[in-house]
């Protein structure tokens, strides 16, 4: 079955950069697109990044410059790499995977275009 595992959160302090992970299996990785979302307390689920089976990655307005992810077909990982982080940054990070799709789309932000998520790992950004 598909399973998706996020890794790599913990506490940061403001500024600081850190890389989490969503490790997939179950799926044939490389045909599908995968993306990160992030809740926050009392929130609704935000759209973080997109990236296509050829490695294009579309991005949030609000992800542009502060986050990179890099999906790695040889590992079957997909990775978010944030910097400068803030309090406003805390938040649940989830990855997801669509049940079809290799191309992220005009829709690409929409939670319901995605049919499988991880856990979550959770990031805190506090002094």
């Known amino acids: 079955q598909v399973q998706l595992v996020e890794s790599g959160g913990g506490l940061v302090q403001p500024g600081e950069s850190l890389t989490i992970s969503c490790k997939a299996s179950?799926?044939?990785?490389?045909?599908?697109?995968l993306a990160w979302f992030r809740q926050a307390p009392g929130k609704q689920r935000e759209a973080i990044s997109c990236?296509?089976?050829?490695?294009?990655?579309r991005y949030a307005d609000s992800a542009k410059g502060h986050f990179t992810a890099v999906r790695d077909n040889t590992r079957n990982i997909v990775s978010l790499t944030m910097n400068s982080l803030q309090s406003e940054d805390t938040a649940v990070y989830f990855c997801?995977?669509?049940?079809?799709?290799?191309?992220?789309?005009?829709?690409?932000?929409?939670?319901?275009?995605?049919?499988?998520w991880g856990q979550g790992t959770q990031v805190t950004v506090s002094s």
């Open positions: 179950g799926f044939t990785f490389e045909y599908y697109m």
């Open positions: 990236s296509s089976v050829d490695g294009r990655t």
């Open positions: 997801a995977t669509p049940e079809r799709g290799a191309y992220c789309g005009q829709r690409w932000a929409a939670v319901t275009e995605y049919d499988y």
